[in-house]
């Protein structure tokens, strides 16, 4: 079955100090894999995909199908980082199917 | 202004009631999408569709309906069958072409039992 697992509820760092998200995955094909980011009195919206292969407000995630991960990392935390973060898997023809979420508190 | 809405932002409902939540995109979005969102659960897919006149159950479909009698429309209905109704509802909508798949999501619908 398709599974999307974001071990941690609650990710607590200090400001300038490295983040990682981590994401597994379960799935039996070519995965498609998103971070989806919810500011506080915000919609829900995309952050990245994996084949667009950018990095966007400095965040990056490589898909490492080997590990079945697609962690989320920036090397220096800010605090308008702090949000919930969503990973997602994609999948042809059907909808998106989302991890537990993370938040992420970044702290000065 | 593009976009998708949700509406009412605040919704109550006595039990036993059943109640409609709207969603309306102007993106000409083939698919649309309802999750609900519980803390500690993250999104479940309640509905989607496709296109329209055509809709597939997700994983918590019990004790909801949908319609999709245009393409700008996917309606909610929350039944008195559905036995914890009080959540907050998102909806969205994305395209059906392969790496322009990105969902767009309302503001949400606060739904509260009373």
């Known amino acids: 079955a398709q599974r999307v697992t974001q071990p941690e509820k609650l990710l607590s760092v200090f400001k300038g100090a490295p983040v990682e998200l981590k994401c597994n995955y379960s799935?039996?094909?070519?995965?498609?894999l998103f971070w989806y980011v919810q500011y506080s009195r915000q919609r829900l919206q995309l952050l990245l995909r994996?084949?667009s292969r950018e990095s966007i407000k400095g965040f990056t995630a490589d898909l490492n199908k080997g590990e079945t991960s697609f962690h989320l990392k920036k090397p220096f935390a800010q605090e308008e980082d702090s949000a919930m973060y969503y990973c997602?898997?994609?999948?042809?023809?059907?909808?998106?199917?989302f991890g537990k979420g993370t938040t992420l508190s970044v702290s000065s | 202004d593009g976009g998708i809405t949700q509406s009412p932002k605040y919704l109550f409902r006595k039990e036993g009631q059943n109640v409609t939540l709207s969603c309306e995109q102007n993106?000409?979005?083939?698919?649309m999408y309802w999750y609900r969102q519980d803390p500690g659960q993250g999104l479940r897919l309640i509905y989607y569709?496709?296109?329209?006149?055509?809709?597939q159950k997700g994983d918590i479909a019990e004790g909801y309906s949908v319609s999709r009698e245009k393409k700008e429309s996917f309606p909610l209905t929350v039944t008195s069958a559905q036995k914890n109704p009080t959540a907050f509802y998102l909806c969205?909508?994305?395209?059906?072409?392969?790496?322009?798949?990105?969902?767009?999501f309302g503001q949400g619908t606060r739904l509260t039992v009373v």
């Open positions: 569709s496709q296109i329209v006149n055509d809709f």
């Open positions: 969205a909508s994305s395209t059906i072409e392969a790496g322009k798949d990105e969902a767009f």
């Open positions: 799935y039996s094909g070519s995965p498609e």
């Open positions: 997602a898997l994609g999948q042809a023809g059907t909808a998106l199917i």
């Open positions: 994996h084949i």
């Open positions: 993106l000409n979005h083939d698919a």
